[in-house]
């Protein structure tokens, strides 16, 4: 089992962004694999139903955070948990996605997903209901705009010739893609595109259930040889107690690694919070 720690850039490791380099080379030490950012460009003041967290949270842009970690750490995996594809042009993408991988040497874990907060849409002048679309045009011309030849990409109506785009990730097929979501679109896109599944929230019986339509769409959609077996990634709900018993269900299940959140409190406390990253590769693995 592979460990992941969530929200690197966000609270107040992203109000203070050396306590997120103090985190990550603590989780490095500790045997962690990766750090995951979190990802919102504004919300709404006051909140709302459904803001997935308080409007005044510092939330680091997700890219330049996992920048400033990369130039201060050497075998950490680093992950976006997730990018929502639909508020990003490709070409910008692209150029920050092959950057963020060549500055790091190659460890970049791309999380992926559709997106669902409409107020967040709405301030990019955005449609909700145009995000599946996007997704899959996007998912088709990042790799384009990585290909070590010209290439033309399709996007919302407009065919754009002849681009390339240097220097390209480490990976001649870039990052590895992570598809975030609990529908069946999701579900499609992990296995005709991705790397491996990104499930949030999921008890050891909702990862259960979501292996399982995964398992299914592999007998429906064609998955490229290229991507080998599908990893699965999951954080469990926030408050769920982490134990080895726990860590052992979901690597009964097939999970690959775990994206843990800090318990309770613990992420605003930087003392509590780096005890929780010592302590808990010996603890939950063994």
């Known amino acids: 089992m592979k460990l992941g720690l969530f929200g690197i850039n966000m609270g107040a490791l992203g109000q203070e962004p050396q306590r997120a380099v103090e985190v990550a080379k603590a ?11 979190g990802e919102h460009f504004a919300l709404p003041d006051p909140a709302i139903p459904g803001s997935p967290v308080s409007p005044d949270t510092p939330i680091l842009e997700p890219f330049v955070a996992l920048a400033h970690i990369a130039a201060q750490t050497t075998t950490l995996r680093l992950g ?8 990003y042009q490709p070409l910008a993408l692209a150029k920050q996605v092959a950057s963020l991988d060549r500055v790091s040497g190659g460890r970049v874990l791309f999380g992926v997903g559709a997106g669902y907060f ?3 849409f709405a301030a990019f002048g955005i449609a909700l209901d ?3 679309s996007r997704v899959d045009e996007m998912l088709e011309a990042l790799p384009a705009l990585w290909s070590d030849q010209a290439t033309s990409i399709e996007f919302q109506g407009r065919t754009i010739p002849g681009l390339r785009a240097e220097p390209r990730p480490i990976r001649s097929s870039g990052p590895p893609l992570h598809i975030g979501g609990h529908g069946a679109a999701a579900t499609r896109r992990a296995v005709t595109h991705g790397a491996g ?6 008890s050891p019986d909702k990862a259960a259930a979501a292996i399982a339509r995964l398992q299914e769409a592999q007998t429906k959609y064609q998955r490229p040889n290229g991507l080998g077996t599908l990893e699965i990634s999951i954080t ?8 080895a ?6 690597a009964e299940l097939g999970v690959t690694r775990l994206i843990l959140l800090a318990p309770g ?18 603890t939950l693995l063994g």
């Open 27 to 37: 989780a490095e030490s500790a045997g962690w694999e990766s750090v995951w950012t």
């Open 80 to 87: 976006t948990g997730v990018t929502v594809l639909p508020l």
């Open 118 to 120: 409409e107020p967040e």
């Open 130 to 132: 145009s995000r599946a």
């Open 197 to 202: 599944w990104y499930g949030w929230s999921m």
């Open 236 to 243: 469990p709900p926030h408050r769920m107690p982490l134990d």
């Open 245 to 250: 018993e726990l860590i052992a269900r979901y």
């Open 265 to 282: 409190e613990s992420h605003e406390h930087q003392d509590e919070l780096l005890a929780f990253v010592t302590a808990a590769p010996p």
